[in-house]
């Protein structure tokens, strides 16, 4: 069973940072293609970043310059280092394994961790 568990999420201030985990058990790691989307309220679900298996990255243009995905495959877990956070960045924080067909696509999500950014 594919399990992905989030963590880190908190109140931060403006200005401020927070690095997020997700921790994937059941699956193969280093194979598939990760990823971190958000959902803010009264808005829907949107992609944060992604980072396929080859290195690459690819990042939501809010985000860009800010927020930096990353993973250790040896601790089969995905990061997601947030600086400079605004207010606009307080969503519900999702991770996802992909597909290995459609590797930008997700396949399995966690159950979120909340970031909220607040003074």
């Known amino acids: 069973q594919v399990q992905l568990v989030e963590s880190g999420g908190d109140l931060v201030q403006p200005g401020g940072s927070l690095m997020l985990s997700c921790v994937l058990s059941?699956?193969?790691?280093?194979?598939?293609?990760m990823g971190w989307h958000r959902q803010a309220p009264g808005k829907q679900r949107e992609l944060v970043a992604t980072?396929?298996?080859?290195?690459?990255?690819d990042y939501a243009d809010p985000v860009k310059g800010r927020f930096t995905i990353s993973r250790d495959n040896s601790k089969n877990t995905l990061y997601l280092q947030m600086n400079n956070l605004k207010p606009e960045d307080t969503a519900v924080y999702y991770c996802?394994?992909?597909?290995?067909?459609?590797?930008?696509?997700?396949?399995?999500w966690g159950q979120g961790t909340q970031v909220t950014v607040s003074s």
């Open positions: 059941g699956s193969a790691f280093s194979s598939y293609a």
């Open positions: 980072l396929f298996n080859d290195g690459r990255t």
């Open positions: 996802t394994r992909n597909w290995v067909s459609i590797p930008s696509e997700p396949r399995y």
